[in-house]
Structure formats: C-alpha cells, structure tokens
C-alpha cells in the first residue's frame, strides 16, 4: 500500500505528524518462517507505511529465506513489517527501534501475541540510539526513514554503516533510487540488488569486497 509522501514509520521527529482517521487498526501479514500467513494488527496512523508484502517476498530471497543466528536491526520500525519477518525466519536477535509511542505499543502488542522472544521493541530516537550502539553489532540494518527526507536518511546510512558486521547488509526503502554520490560517501559500500514497486524504491547494500 504505497503513499508517495508517506513513511512506514511515523518515528518521525521529522514528520511529526498526527494520527489519521482515528488510528483504527488494519492488519499486515507475515510471509515467510515460524509465523507464516500470521496476520498483525497494525493501527492506521498518517505516516505508518507497512512494506508491501511483495517487496518483503523480494528482500528476504536476496537476504535468503533463513535468518538463522543473524542480528537485525529495524531502525524505523513502525509496522514492524520487516522485524517481525526477519523474527519468523529464525533471526537470533531483531532490535526494533520506534519513536511513536501508540506505534511502539502496537509492536509490543504483537511480540506478546507471537511470544516472540527474539524481539526487542526500543522507544526512542532512531538516530539517537542508533548512535549509542555498538560497531559491527548487527548483520542486517533496515532503514525506511520518512520518504522525501534526504538529509534524515543521509544521517541514517551514516550511523548504520558502522553498527554492520564486516559481511553484513544494510537494506533501504525510499521513494527514490539512492544517489551514486551517497553511496560514495559510506566509503566500502555498493547497492548489489535493488528495485522498484509502485512508489517505492528498495536497495540492498553490502561492502564492495563481499559478494
């Protein structure tokens, strides 16, 4: 469900948006591993844009179907689309950061529901937190900041790409292809997969000696 001007997550400090249409709830579904077919709630707030469930399907081939003993980091997680995906494939460790508290709540109510002891749900500052943790502490970072905000995801790839382990993947989801000179300018780092559904862009990045 694609909006061009919207973003999966409502984090924002930099949309600072308020809830539409009463925040009623929908519901995404989880594609793949443990909780497959499992639908989740997921309120209905202005901003809150769940990864579509073919782009999810496309991502996790190229990260591959398991996740077995990988850490994940889901920066802006906001539906928690892409988490909890990487939960249900057997990843050992998802930290889902969200600032929005009614959002952050929505996750913790789905964590309890699946019993999902691999998840972590942080309320806080992305970037803030993000800065705080550890190098080389994660093998796959999701990044789907507020689309049109380029100086906020400039600073996201930024403090992301030093938390990757030194064979890890930095996945982003914009609604424009990445420029050529900011991928420069992490210094290593190359999109080797990348593509396009509706409004959405989506890129997978690793560093240019890995394959």
Not at 14 to 43: E, S
Not at 44 to 69: A, I, K, M, S, Y
Not at 163 to 176: N, Q, R, S
Not at 180 to 190: E, F, K, N, T, V
Request: charged share 25%.
């Amino acid at each position: 469900m694609p909006r061009p001007a919207a973003t999966r997550s409502p984090h924002s400090a930099a949309a600072g948006r308020a809830p539409a249409r009463g925040g009623k709830p929908h519901t995404i579904r989880i594609i793949g591993g443990n909780w497959k077919r499992t639908p989740l709630p997921v309120l209905d707030l202005d901003g809150l844009r769940p990864t579509p469930d073919r782009v999810r399907e496309t991502l996790f081939n190229w990260l591959g179907q398991d996740l077995d003993g990988l850490r994940c980091l889901d920066l802006f997680a906001g539906s928690g689309a892409l988490g909890f995906e990487a939960a249900s494939r057997g990843a050992a460790r998802v930290l889902m950061v969200e600032r929005n508290a009614r959002a952050a709540a929505q996750l913790r109510a789905n964590q309890q529901r699946l019993d999902a002891r691999n998840i972590e749900i942080a309320e806080a500052d992305a970037l803030r937190l993000a800065a705080g943790l550890a190098p080389g502490s994660f093998d796959v970072i999701f990044l789907d900041p507020p689309f049109g905000d380029e100086a906020l995801l400039a600073r996201a790839l930024d403090v992301a790409a030093p938390l990757a382990a030194p064979d890890g993947a930095i996945y982003v989801e914009c609604g424009d292809p990445l420029e050529p000179a900011r991928i420069d300018a992490l210094s290593g780092w190359s999109v080797v997969r990348e593509g396009k559904a509706g409004a959405v862009r989506y890129h997978l990045l690793r560093r240019q000696n890995e394959e």
